[in-house]
């Protein structure tokens, strides 16, 4: 099992910039596929984007495309999402989530953290 600390959410202007954290514990973190997903009010968590067990690969839902980039450091146990161009509607609580390799079904969340966009 993995335990995974999100931080680095905030307020932030439309137009404004932040990067996400996500720290995980456990020395298998280079083999999970990483995901990140939101929440806003009201609605239904959605997928952001996902990044292979590697770095090599990634996907990002279309709202985000061009506007986010996730990345990775398997060194550091930490997966990364920096958001820029923020709309208003991307606030949101935003939610890591590991995948293990091998292991279909199960996924990992952390506990969020608020991303706050003002118009």
């Known amino acids: 099992q993995v335990q995974l600390v999100e931080s680095g959410g905030g307020l932030v202007q439309a137009g404004g910039s932040l990067r996400l954290s996500c720290a995980a514990s456990?020395?298998?973190?280079?083999?999970?596929?990483m995901n990140w997903f939101r929440q806003a009010p009201g609605k239904e968590r959605e997928f952001v984007a996902r990044?292979?067990?590697?770095?090599?690969?990634?996907y990002y839902a279309n709202s985000v495309k061009g506007r986010f980039t996730i990345s990775r450091d398997n060194a550091k146990n930490t997966v990364y999402l920096q958001m820029n161009s923020l709309k208003f509607e991307d606030t949101a609580v935003y939610y890591c989530?590991?995948?293990?390799?091998?292991?279909?079904?199960?996924?990992?969340w952390g506990q969020g953290t608020q991303v706050t966009v003002s118009s």
């Open positions: 456990g020395r298998t973190f280079s083999s999970y596929v």
């Open positions: 989530a590991a995948d293990p390799s091998g292991v279909p079904g199960i996924r990992y």
């Open positions: 990044i292979s067990a590697s770095g090599g690969g990634t």
